[in-house]
């Protein structure tokens, strides 16, 4: 077995996610308007740009419609694995000429899928869908199909495997020619009229299989399913009607007799191979899916906008409310409000009733208690911003409450007092005192004493004058000056740093969706390309 993202023949480009019929979410989100630019890019263009490439018939279905035993009667030989557990089709299987195979062994289309080869499977072993790796295409080439013409089996619409389901989606937007399954039983149900709508709104070239009829309400069922396509403006829609039959089930070769199927594979056939109605097939869907486009992708380049619009909106309101709250602490730290509660009672009570650690600790509290409070205003103001923006419910609750808040707040401050203290010792240590009569020399200051005057002359405002100038009784005056300068600066940056990353965190889900402005422009870049390709 080979397998690999660059499989052998040319690679024209790497993998895009498809487009979702009907606005079905894939697995990666994307903005509003990238769905159809997938498109764009995975099936029109391609398509436009190589008119000659085989046709691709997606044969999509319920659970249980019998898609695998289809294709395998269609082309002769079991590729795909049929059988009562579901789901059965997992990995998506490609059958196609093989002299067709170079058009599928690149990535020309279904870029995001991984190419698989395996042995030629008998009819006996048929190689097993659940062996492939994910997100991958299995392509087996059969000399019994037509050249020009592929199938691809994909999984079930309405699989209880999310995955699948997306799968299956994305497929019918690579198709050529929709090919919808359906049962006697289930023929009614809202999935499969889901994509038929899909298929109409889009015009693309769509054929019906009425599979497992019982032969005694042929008749009455064919009537019905043909009155419910006149019904939704699909009666143009050719129909296909496949008694039940032993082999349905999986019974016997697991093949349908040739009976069952030849109106379906020759009608299929001369969609190959017929000149003027491979172009009409080819032309039909992809014209259907430019003219949806011709009114969608205006709506959506105009969705793109307010989204953006909305984004800027919800990023403004984060950087406004903490620059204001920034602005506000600055002001606040001038005036000596860090110098309240605890900490002044502290400050009063140094040197006599207080040690320099004590002062220290109540300081730092205070610091972090007023940073807090900024955060907490920053964040009142960008909830009742977020209470009055629609868009803002997209947006993912940022972890955390208010104790990790308080956490995150007073860990940034213990490392403020830690550098603090670290630039009080280097400066103690580079003081020299003058030696006296005897020859003796000056008392060094304490290094946690230099801190706690440090820090009270920086946070206490003119309360604190008193602090600054015992810091230069101690140090000297231009060491004083020197030391508060550093402590200023230290002060500021690691007030800005704990308000920046409290908006950071805020702004984290927003960045995450990478709401940008060049979609708009590339939809209607795209539009006016694809219309004057047509």
């Known amino acids: 077995m080979w397998s690999g993202s660059n499989?052998?023949?040319?690679?024209?480009?790497s993998a895009l996610a498809r487009c979702r019929p009907g606005g079905v979410a894939g697995p990666r989100p994307r903005p509003p308007g990238a769905a159809r630019l997938a498109q764009l890019h995975d099936y029109l263009v391609p398509r436009l740009k190589d008119p000659d490439a085989p046709l691709l018939a997606v044969v999509g279905g319920s659970t249980g419609a019998g898609k695998s035993t289809l294709v395998n009667s269609l082309v002769g030989r079991r590729v795909s694995e049929a059988g009562v557990l579901r789901p059965t089709t997992r990995t998506p299987v490609l059958v196609c000429h093989p002299e067709d195979q170079h058009w599928f062994a690149g990535l020309r289309v279904l870029p995001q899928l991984t190419r698989v080869w395996l042995p030629q499977a008998d009819e006996e072993h048929p190689a097993e869908a659940g062996d492939a790796e994910d997100n991958a295409l299995r392509v087996e080439?059969?000399?019994?199909?037509?050249?020009?013409?592929?199938?691809?089996?994909?999984?079930?619409?309405?699989?209880?495997?999310?995955?699948?389901?997306?799968?299956?989606?994305?497929?019918?937007?690579?198709?050529?020619?929709?090919?919808?399954?359906?049962?006697?039983?289930?023929?009614?149900?809202?999935?499969?009229w889901h994509l038929l709508r899909t298929a109409k709104e889009y015009d693309a070239t769509l054929v019906t299989v009425l599979d497992r009829v019982p032969h005694q309400v042929i008749g009455e069922v064919s009537r019905q399913f043909e009155a419910l396509l006149d019904k939704a403006g699909l009666g143009d829609v050719p129909r296909f009607t496949i008694p039940e039959l032993p082999e349905s089930t999986g019974g016997g070769s697991g093949l349908l007799p040739e009976s069952a199927v030849a109106a379906l594979r020759g009608w299929l056939a001369h969609r190959a191979e017929d000149p003027a109605a491979r172009q009409q097939a080819v032309s039909r869907t992809a014209s259907g899916v430019i003219d949806s486009l011709d009114t969608r992708l205006p709506?959506?380049?105009?969705?793109?906008?307010?989204?953006?619009?909305?984004a800027v909106r919800l990023g403004g309101a984060v950087e406004t409310a903490y620059g204001r709250q920034a602005a506000r602490v600055r002001k606040e730290l001038g005036k000596g409000a860090v110098l309240a509660g605890d900490a002044r009672a502290r400050w009063r009570a140094y040197p006599r009733d207080s040690t320099a650690d004590e002062l220290l600790d109540a300081l730092t509290e205070s610091l972090a208690a007023l940073l807090h409070c900024a955060v907490s205003a920053a964040e009142e103001s960008i909830r009742d911003v977020h209470r009055r923006e629609p868009a803002a419910g997209a947006l993912k609750a940022v972890a955390g409450g208010d104790r990790e808040v308080a956490e995150r707040i007073g860990l940034e401050v213990r490392r403020w007092r830690r550098v603090l203290e670290e630039l009080a010792e280097d400066e103690v240590r580079s003081v020299?005192?003058?030696?006296?009569?005897?020859?003796?020399?000056?008392?060094v200051p304490d290094a946690e004493t230099v801190a706690a005057l440090l820090a009270a002359s920086l946070l206490g405002g003119r309360r604190a004058r008193p602090a600054g100038e015992r810091l230069a009784e101690l140090l000297g005056a231009q060491a004083a000056l020197r030391l508060r300068d550093k402590g200023g600066d230290l002060v500021l940056t690691h007030v800005d740093r704990v308000l920046h990353a409290e908006r950071d965190r805020r702004l984290a889900p927003l960045d995450a969706l990478d709401v940008t402005p060049e979609p708009q422009a590339e939809l209607i870049a795209a539009l006016s390309v694809l219309q004057k390709e047509k």
């Open 299 to 310: 709506e959506l380049a105009g969705a793109v906008a307010a989204q953006y619009a909305a």
């Open 141 to 192: 080439t059969a000399a019994t199909l037509p050249r020009g013409l592929a199938l691809l089996d994909a999984p079930d619409i309405d699989s209880l495997v999310v995955e699948n389901r997306l799968l299956a989606a994305e497929l019918m937007c690579a198709a050529d020619i929709w090919v919808m399954v359906t049962t006697a039983s289930r023929y009614a149900d809202a999935v499969p």
């Open 432 to 443: 020299e005192k003058p030696a006296g009569r005897a020859g003796a020399r000056a008392a």
């Open 7 to 13: 499989p052998p023949g040319p690679s024209e480009r």
